[in-house]
């Protein structure tokens, strides 16, 4: 039986979401009007639709296409990111590593996913290259070291062990 977060660990996402936006935002030195908060959305596994959910990662970044419902050009269509957060295979991967905590786990994944949005909204890396094995291990790469980088200066608790798995 799949196992969604419970009421608690949810209260865990819900703060780890708020410091991964936050730590995001001062990395990247975004104003408000560049920050990108009406487009991208983060989402549970209860909350997903069948085809965002996967086995394997602990989440994801899905593209789609939004459009003002007032408004019916094409010139209104913009992208929407969604953040899919994996929770059977997060609360799996914490019940087998208990030295690692939930809360640093999730900020760490939710800051990794945030800079992968970042990227895309920005161009400095296509979406559409997302799919491609050896694009997709180069921007990992990347992507973890800017992570590592955003998230090293803050005191987090319990982080150096989730470092440590990634490593």
């Known amino acids: 039986m799949t196992r969604f977060f419970n009421e608690s660990e949810l209260e865990q996402v819900a703060t780890a979401a708020l410091r991964a936006e936050e730590v995001v935002y001062n990395y990247f030195k975004l104003s408000s009007s560049q920050w990108l908060k ?33 408004l019916s050009l094409g010139s209104s269509v913009f992208s929407l990111y969604h953040v899919c957060i994996q929770d059977p295979a997060i ?18 994944i939710l800051v ?6 970042v990227r895309f909204a920005r161009f400095e890396h296509r979406y559409e290259n997302a799919c491609e094995a050896e694009v997709t291990l ?8 800017i992570t590592h980088d955003i998230i090293v200066p803050k005191t987090v608790p319990g982080m150096s062990q989730v470092f440590e798995f990634y490593s």
């Open 138 to 145: 180069e921007e990992e790469k990347k992507v973890h070291g």
């Open 112 to 117: 990794h996913e945030l800079v992968h949005v």
């Open 38 to 70: 009406n487009r991208y959305d983060i989402k549970t596994a209860r909350d997903l639709l069948p085809h965002e959910r996967v086995e394997g990662p602990f989440a994801q970044v899905l593209k789609y296409e939004g459009r003002r419902q007032d």
């Open 91 to 108: 609360i799996s991967f914490v019940a087998e590593k208990p030295q690692i905590g939930l809360e640093p786990f999730l900020l760490y």
